[in-house]
């Protein structure tokens, strides 16, 4: 009887040594990376400035979410179409705040979860699947939808609402 008492005293233990964002999301992301046009070479940057991946589209990268405590990564993509005339163009990817770090915290990891779990891992924050860089290419006509997610500030702001 005292075996099973140390266990389910070490079983609660461990529950409540975790954050929510650790254990139901990820620190590490996935992430397909796509052009307009594709086949253009990319290389991403970490916030420190150190190439953490190089490739052409359309590919899927591994980028981890996290930073440092409490800091979200940020990515440069610098993207090269193919071509003699081809003009590189950088775009940003940042992280989020992570849903389950906000809310899931509240049941389960408490302010061990908030405060040291996620953002020691990196789950706290969140990636997008997929970055789509539209680099001015007409190869492809017709309507493409992105999220506003993937948009830089610059871009952010030239956005105007359409009232139908």
């Not at 964002?21 to 992430?31: G, K, L, P, W």
């Not at 796509?34 to 490739?55: D, E, H, L, M």
């Not at 800091?71 to 849903?99: C, H, M, N, V, W």
């Amino acid at each position: 009887m005292k075996k099973l008492g140390k266990l389910s005293v070490l079983v609660v233990t461990a529950l409540f040594a975790t954050g929510c964002a650790t254990i139901m999301s990820e620190s590490n992301y996935n992430v397909s990376i796509q052009s307009n046009p594709s086949g253009a070479s990319f290389v991403i940057k970490n916030r420190a400035g150190t190439v953490v991946q190089r490739g052409t589209t359309p590919q899927n990268v591994v980028l981890k979410a996290g930073a440092g405590y409490f800091k979200g990564e940020k990515y440069q993509i610098t993207f090269t179409p193919k071509g003699k005339k081809a003009r590189s163009q950088t775009f940003e990817l940042d992280t989020k705040l992570d849903g389950w770090y906000l809310g899931g915290n509240l049941l389960f990891g408490g302010l061990l979860g908030y405060l040291v779990i996620d953002p020691l891992t990196g789950a706290m924050y969140k990636l997008p699947e997929y970055f789509l860089a539209d680099l001015g290419g007409n190869s492809e006509s017709g309507l493409h939808i992105i999220s506003t997610e993937v948009l830089t500030a610059e871009q952010k702001s030239k956005l105007q609402p359409i009232n139908l």
